[in-house]
């Protein structure tokens, strides 16, 4: 490992202290060295905030070392004015001359300005160190940017047979019937509070009432996105508990006063996850987890739209009911939650 990469490591670990509080801004780290010492460090924790180069700058103490010092940031440098002023411009006003970035930033706003005005000032910028782990980093932002769609991650549990639920009962109660053990279901509202989004289809609310909620982590609860097309849920719900933002596609206008529900006409004649995907979009919703049952989530694998799988195997059989959706399970990683297995798929295409 050379001298940038060292500190462009130490970057990104600064960058995930933002984890799940920086949407829709990217994590990012930054620190600052001077002499082969690390004088002042920083992150962006939150969206409005400064950015992780201002907290850097801000924490040196003694501002005249800056002009002879390196600046390390996980990612280029902003160029534009947002909810804060352009991070270059703070750069070129402390004559920081050597800026060393991680990986370019995707969004248009910036997509190499913020570099190639660095660069004009007379400063030296190097970048693309540890460009693969940068981008890992902020997959969900790179996601977004480069492909005007959510970073999506599939979820589902299964019995030991491949049985999503057992064969549903006449007036059985609407409650989940659950395969994993509280472990898992634990890290599941873990993951939640990392997306910005879950998303489940009608049948799963009808028959579960499901909250979509974080109750077993502390955290932000992730916008609903359910689907609804023949308004079929009822309005006692959890989902219309008004609690958490919540969208519901559907097929016809429906009139519902709720300060966070919304209604989203689409088109159920046509393929419908490119127009879901296009509305989660233009509400910079930058992840999503999909929790649906069968046909939801099979839906997405037959279109090849995903990037990530995890899958609970639970000890339970379930002899009949609900099918698991089918999904290769090539180069997977496992993992096991006491006895529970996880598997964790990546999808390359």
Known sequence: MNIHEKYIKRCIELAKNGFG???PNPMVGSVIVY????????????????????????????KSLLKNATIYVSLEPCSHFGKTPPCCDLIIEHKIPTVVVGTVDPNEKVAGRGIK????????VIVG???????????????FHNKKRPYIILKWAESQDGFLSPEKQINQ???????????????VH???SEEQAIFTGTQTVIDDNPKLNVRDWSGNNPTR????????????????????????????????????????????????????????????????????????????????IW????????????????????????????????????IYLRNHD
């Not at 609407?174 to 634990?186: E, G």
């Open 117 to 124: 005005k660095i660069i004009e000032s007379g400063a030296s």
């Open 190 to 192: 873990k993951w939640r």
């Open 173 to 187: 109660e609407r409650k989940p019937v659950w395969i994993t053990n509280q472990y898992s279901r634990q890290l």
């Open 225 to 304: 996105v359910i689907l609804d097309q023949n308004s079929r849920i009822s309005k006692s719900s959890f989902i219309f508990d008004d609690s958490v933002k919540t969208i519901i596609f559907t097929k016809s206008e429906i009139s519902l006063s709720a300060e966070n529900t919304t209604f989203e006409v689409i088109n159920f004649n046509q393929n419908i996850i490119p127009q879901i995907l296009a509305v989660l979009y233009q509400n910079q919703i930058q992840s999503i987890i999909i929790e649906g049952g069968l046909q939801t989530l099979q839906s997405f694998i037959d279109e090849n």
């Open 307 to 342: 990037d990530e799988a995890r899958i609970f195997t639970g000890q339970n059989s379930l002899k009949k009911g609900t099918k698991a959706p089918f999904l290769p399970r090539k180069n997977a990683l496992r993992t096991y939650i006491q006895k529970d297995e996880l």
């Open 21 to 23: 509080t920086t949407y």
């Open 35 to 62: 002499e082969d010492k690390i004088i002042g460090e920083g992150w962006h924790k939150k969206a409005g905030e400064p950015h992780a180069e201002v907290n850097a700058i801000r924490s040196v103490k003694d």
């Open 129 to 143: 160190i540890l460009e693969s782990e940068c981008y890992e980093l902020n997959k969900r932002f790179f996601t």
